[in-house]
């Protein structure tokens, strides 16, 4: 694990989301003295499965967070695609390869807070930023108070204000025509039906494949973690939502004729979300004019989960070369 150096420069961190955390710890080891503002009062388990590569774990190690990580994330060696209606394996490759380590997003974010407040670092919550002002620099609290720094991280997500700051103007999401079903549950609601309980009697993960439609299933913990996703053709009226409630009738619809392990694992899902897969066109720049505010994370880089690489060991790169 790598030692902090003497601290100089104050980062200040817009943002406590996993990059903003990778920010920090990055930024700690460097030698600078870190404070992030997150507006959220209190985190909950939001979300559902991400995978984290060994790109990203090579930081993580260093930064002494590997152990948190690999206590939550899926252990099986490999991953199977299959078809899409007799389940039929077509190829194996090694889960590493494809995304790492993936369990629960809200589990990864909760050790990357624990770490970053293990090393001292402070992270204000409850604290909304309402402006940034390059030229001192600094940022303006809702409360009015006026926090000045050396450097400004915009780590503060997708709908990043931040962005605007540094673009000066508003950029709009685009749909890709396409959304997901996602779902989390209990392992144990499979583990008594003859198809769908192989898939939680301990760490697996497999992708079946059919006509312009693929389902990714993961099961974590032992097996007492289950999710699932599946793509369809977006809806007009969907809006940009992590939290739009989904119909498991019309997932479990959409997949009438697959392959039973799969299809009775989604029925006895008991709920789902409907995620409209959106991104956005490339900034010409991730840094104001005056370099003093840099955006990272998903303020700078929104891109389709279907790319399957976390862009978390990229923002934490740039940090570390600041």
Not at 2 to 17: D, S, T
Not at 259 to 269: C, E, G, Q, R, S
């Given at each position: 694990?790598?030692?902090?150096q003497?601290k100089g420069?104050?980062?200040?961190?817009?943002?406590?989301?996993?990059?903003?955390?990778?920010?920090?710890?990055?930024?700690?080891?460097?030698?600078?003295?870190?404070?992030?503002?997150?507006?959220?009062?209190?985190?909950?388990?939001?979300?559902d499965?991400?995978?984290?590569?060994?790109?990203?774990?090579?930081?993580?190690?260093?930064?002494?967070?590997?152990?948190?990580?690999?206590?939550?994330?899926?252990?099986?060696?490999?991953?199977?695609?299959?078809?899409?209606?007799?389940?039929?394996?077509?190829?194996?490759q090694?889960?590493?390869?494809?995304?790492?380590?993936?369990?629960?997003?809200?589990?990864?974010?909760?050790?990357?807070?624990d770490?970053?407040?293990?090393?001292?670092?402070?992270?204000?919550?409850?604290?909304?930023?309402?402006?940034?002002?390059?030229?001192?620099?600094?940022?303006?609290?809702?409360?009015?108070?006026?926090i000045?720094?050396?450097?400004?991280?915009?780590?503060?997500?997708?709908?990043?204000?931040c962005?605007?700051?540094?673009?000066g103007?508003?950029?709009?999401?685009?749909?890709?025509?396409y959304a997901?079903?996602?779902a989390?549950?209990?392992?144990?609601?499979?583990?008594?039906?003859?198809?769908?309980?192989?898939?939680?009697?301990?760490?697996?993960?497999?992708?079946w494949?059919?006509?312009?439609?693929?389902?990714?299933?993961?099961?974590?913990?032992?097996?007492?973690?289950?999710?699932?996703?599946?793509?369809?053709?977006?809806?007009?009226?969907?809006?940009?939502?992590?939290?739009?409630?989904?119909?498991i009738?019309?997932?479990?619809?959409?997949?009438?004729?697959?392959?039973?392990?799969?299809?009775?694992a989604m029925?006895?899902t008991?709920?789902?979300?409907?995620?409209?897969?959106?991104?956005?066109?490339?900034?010409?720049?991730?840094?104001?004019?005056t370099?003093?505010?840099?955006?990272?994370?998903?303020?700078?880089?929104?891109?389709?989960p279907?790319?399957?690489?976390?862009?978390?060991?990229?923002?934490?790169?740039?940090?570390?070369?600041?």
């Amino acid at each position: 694990m790598a030692e902090p150096q003497e601290k100089g420069m104050r980062v200040l961190i817009v943002g406590a989301g996993l990059g903003g955390c990778a920010a920090a710890m990055a930024m700690h080891f460097q030698g600078f003295e870190v404070i992030i503002y997150e507006k959220i009062r209190k985190f909950q388990r939001l979300g559902d499965s991400l995978g984290l590569g060994e790109n990203a774990l090579r930081l993580l190690d260093q930064w002494g967070c590997t152990d948190k990580i690999k206590a939550i994330g899926n252990t099986s060696p490999v991953f199977h695609i299959r078809r899409f209606d007799t389940g039929e394996i077509i190829a194996t490759q090694r889960l590493m390869d494809m995304a790492g380590y993936i369990g629960h997003r809200g589990d990864y974010h909760q050790a990357f807070i624990d770490r970053v407040t293990e090393l001292g670092i402070l992270i204000q919550m409850g604290s909304e930023i309402v402006a940034i002002d390059e030229s001192k620099p600094s940022v303006t609290l809702k409360t009015g108070e006026i926090i000045f720094a050396d450097v400004v991280i915009g780590a503060d997500g997708i709908k990043s204000p931040c962005r605007e700051l540094v673009l000066g103007y508003q950029d709009a999401p685009k749909s890709s025509g396409y959304a997901c079903w996602r779902a989390y549950t209990e392992g144990s609601r499979l583990k008594d039906d003859p198809y769908a309980s192989v898939l939680v009697q301990q760490d697996t993960m497999n992708v079946w494949i059919g006509p312009d439609k693929h389902v990714v299933q993961n099961t974590c913990k032992g097996g007492k973690e289950f999710n699932w996703i599946a793509n369809h053709k977006a809806s007009k009226d969907l809006g940009e939502s992590w939290s739009e409630p989904g119909s498991i009738e019309d997932a479990v619809a959409s997949v009438e004729g697959w392959d039973p392990t799969i299809v009775n694992a989604m029925k006895l899902t008991p709920s789902c979300l409907d995620w409209l897969i959106v991104y956005r066109d490339p900034l010409p720049t991730w840094i104001s004019k005056t370099g003093t505010v840099t955006l990272i994370g998903d303020a700078a880089h929104p891109h389709l989960p279907t790319s399957a690489q976390v862009l978390l060991s990229l923002a934490a790169q740039q940090c570390s070369h600041a």
